[in-house]
Each structure stands twice: as C-alpha cells, then as structure tokens.
C-alpha cells in the first residue's frame, strides 16, 4: 500500500502536472490548480483523462484517480481557496493534507499571494512542498526570499539539500539547474 493512497493532495500552479498525476497514480485524492486560464484549465482535466486511460490499460488500481480534479485557483483569493476546497469534497470543510507548488517562486513578487492559499489549503499537521529552481528573471536573493517570508508567517521550514542538475540549455548558468 503507497503512503499517498487516500491521502489528500493539491498541486498549485500545476502547469503540466506531472506531481499531481503522480499522485494520482499512487492512490491520492487530487485537486490540480492552476491560474484561471480556459486553455490551463483544459490542458490538465485532459491529462486527468489521459492519465486515467494509461491506468487503466496499465492496470493500476483506480482509488479515487476518476474523482481528480482541474480547478482554476488564483492564489491570495477567497474565492479561488473556497472552490479548490470544494472540488476535493462538497462541504469544503476538509484542508489537504500534502501540497506541492513546484517551481512557483521565481515570480517573487506574488509570494505573499502564494503563502496565503497556502496557509489556506494545508492541514493543521499538513505537508507542503515547494521545490523550485532560480530562473534568472529576477535576483536570487528575492527568490530565496520566500524562505524567510514563510518563516515570519509561522511555517515550519525545513531547507532540503540542494541538488545540482544540468542546466535545461546549453550556455545556461549552473544555478538554472539546482533544485
């Protein structure tokens, strides 16, 4: 038995949502989110789809994969936290108890926003996961910024060790590949 079955997962700013489906696949209840763009929002419910007929074919037990979702989710909005909730159960009274926002503080100036849903999305005794990588559109130091700005908010941060990879283009900057 996986450590995700039945577990409550959301992934923000899920872009291609490779974690969501990953969870998915591992027994997970998942809301998947991204900002409310139409053409967003199409692209993962289909994934969703695809992703559910690669299930089936592979023959991997379905758990609660055909209740995922796809929600538009703009962070630091009421709203937007109100339907993510939702989307996982109809009260909308239960929090998730995993989140990851993978790669989604090189914009630093929407970290606030970000730690607000958050804060709003995870569980008392929740785990929220935000691993990310330094795109050189803004100074490294704002981007690390999140870390102290998570901190005086009242998270419990725990910094994981760094991990180089190569960089995604050639002549790119090492630091574009540290996870």
């Not at 139409?38 to 055909?66: F, T, W």
């Not at 803004?138 to 870390?147: M, S």
Request: hydrophobic share 40%; charged share 25%.
């Amino acid at each position: 038995q996986h450590p995700l079955l039945g577990r409550s997962f959301v992934e923000l700013g899920a872009g291609a949502g490779v974690p969501s489906w990953t969870a998915m696949r591992c027994g997970a209840r998942v809301v998947s989110t991204d900002i409310a763009s139409p053409n967003r929002i199409r692209c993962m419910a289909e994934s969703i789809e695809k992703n559910i007929q690669l299930m089936k074919l592979d023959g991997v037990p379905m758990h609660y994969a055909e209740k995922t979702k796809a929600c538009p989710n703009t962070w630091g909005t009421t709203d937007g936290v109100e339907d993510v909730k939702l989307a996982l159960n109809r009260n909308g009274e239960e929090k998730f108890q995993i989140l990851v926002a993978a790669d989604c503080c090189y914009m630093p100036w929407l970290h606030s926003e970000l730690l607000d849903t958050i804060d709003k999305l995870l569980a008392v005794n929740g785990v929220a996961l935000i691993p990310f990588c330094l795109h050189d559109n803004t100074k490294d130091e704002e981007v690390w910024g999140i870390v102290e700005m998570a901190k005086q908010v009242g998270f419990h941060v725990e910094h994981l060790e760094d991990v180089q990879l190569t960089p995604p283009k050639t002549g790119m900057d090492d630091k574009q590949g540290l996870v």
